[in-house]
């Protein structure tokens, strides 16, 4: 199994991108500010609901050094990064 960290992923984009990799079949572990935020994260807990792999809630501020030292211990397939700036 391929396991993919996304960040940021509560977006329009970002979201779009983790249900995507779900229905192929991909372990997805999504970078969130504040998982217990249920108004902005509930759209992507009811992914696990929809395809063939998973999707995961991580905690941190990518804003904020240090704040992703928990995805060092973990075996990764891949990682995105979803941006966009406007003009």
Same mark, same amino acid.
């Given at each position: 199994?391929?396991?993919?960290?996304?960040?940021?992923?509560?977006?329009?984009?970002?979201?779009?991108?983790?249900?995507?990799? #779900?229905?192929?079949?991909? +372990? #997805?572990?999504?970078?969130?500010?504040?998982?217990? +935020?249920?108004?902005?994260?509930?759209?992507?807990?009811?992914?696990?609901?929809?395809?063939?792999?998973?999707?995961?809630?991580?905690?941190? +501020?990518?804003?904020?050094?240090?704040?992703?030292?928990?995805?060092?211990?973990?075996?990764?397939?891949?990682?995105?990064? #979803?941006?966009?700036?406007?003009?």
């Amino acid at each position: 199994c391929c396991l993919l960290l996304l960040h940021p992923q509560a977006g329009y984009i970002g979201s779009h991108i983790c249900l995507k990799l #779900v229905n192929a079949g991909y +372990d #997805v572990r999504a970078c969130v500010r504040n998982a217990s +935020d249920h108004e902005k994260v509930a759209h992507l807990r009811q992914m696990n609901n929809l395809g063939a792999g998973s999707l995961t809630l991580w905690e941190a +501020d990518l804003t904020v050094a240090g704040s992703c030292k928990s995805y060092r211990s973990c075996l990764l397939t891949g990682t995105a990064t #979803v941006a966009w700036r406007p003009a």
